[in-house]
């Protein structure tokens, strides 16, 4: 039973193409969270989203355009895909905002690796 | 300079040593930092947290955090292979591990 799941696992796709990549987790968490990995190993966040709402949006293209139809799924949208984009993608989930007194911990899912060409 | 900066490595130590992972961060503002363990082709998972001054340990692992100098360790003791992993230190200026900076990680091999 896989905790948080991502699809597809690999995306392939010519540059200007739109993707998405899709993220579900069975763990009934309230906090999603989509990272982005460089060849170099950066991790960034990107989003998160708490019970459906927006709380962190860091400085992305608006190119990158995240939804969550409901609490346990958050997906990415990439419009007019750039060779930059390529990377891997880790979409996260946490009870509450991980870290923190309580130590709440965040789970990544498998991650989904992009190349753009 | 980077928000926050680790060796890269890679760092070799043998079986049953002591690994010493190191890092700094810039942000004078930063109150939480945590180590997450990334094995190759896998993602990353949240080893340990610290938001105090002083040491916090968890089984063979023991994060150390000095905010006076900016910097923070983990020490991983009685090192296995199983250990050989790229280790990424994050700070954040909340609570929030979501919210951190990386570092470009540590990579780690323990040789049997």
């Known amino acids: 039973d896989t905790a948080v799941s991502q699809t597809p696992k690999y995306l392939v796709t010519q540059m200007g193409n739109d993707k998405s990549i899709k993220c579900e987790q069975n763990?009934?968490?309230?906090?999603m969270y989509w990272y982005k990995q460089d060849s170099k190993k950066f991790l960034k966040i990107m989003f998160s989203?708490?019970?459906?709402?927006?709380?962190i949006n860091e400085t992305v293209p608006n190119r990158f355009s995240p939804k969550s139809p409901d609490k346990a799924h958050l997906n990415l949208h990439i419009n007019s895909l750039e060779l930059g984009d390529s990377a891997v993608y880790f979409c996260?989930?946490?009870?509450?905002?991980?870290?923190?007194?309580?130590?709440?911990?965040?789970?990544f899912g498998p991650g989904t690796r992009l190349l753009v060409l | 300079q980077k928000e926050v900066e680790q060796n890269s490595g890679p760092l070799s130590v043998p079986e049953g040593a002591i690994a010493s992972l190191n890092c700094t961060y810039s942000?004078?503002?930063?109150?939480?930092f945590f180590w997450y363990r990334q094995y190759s082709g896998k993602s990353p998972e949240l080893i340990m947290s610290?938001?105090?001054?002083g040491d916090k340990e968890d089984g063979r692992f023991t994060a150390q955090l000095n905010k006076a100098s900016q910097y923070v360790s983990l020490l991983i003791r009685d090192s296995q292979p199983s250990d050989s992993a790229t280790y990424l230190c994050?700070?954040?200026?909340?609570?929030?591990?979501?919210?951190?900076?990386f570092g470009d990680g540590t990579t780690l091999t323990v040789k049997p």
């Open positions: 996260a989930s946490s009870q509450n905002l991980a870290g923190g007194p309580r130590g709440e911990t965040q789970y």
């Open positions: 763990l009934g968490h309230d906090t």
């Open positions: 989203y708490n019970n459906k709402e927006l709380i």
């Open positions: 942000d004078r503002v930063s109150q939480s």
């Open positions: 610290i938001y105090s001054n």
């Open positions: 994050a700070a954040a200026r909340g609570a929030n591990a979501g919210k951190s900076t």
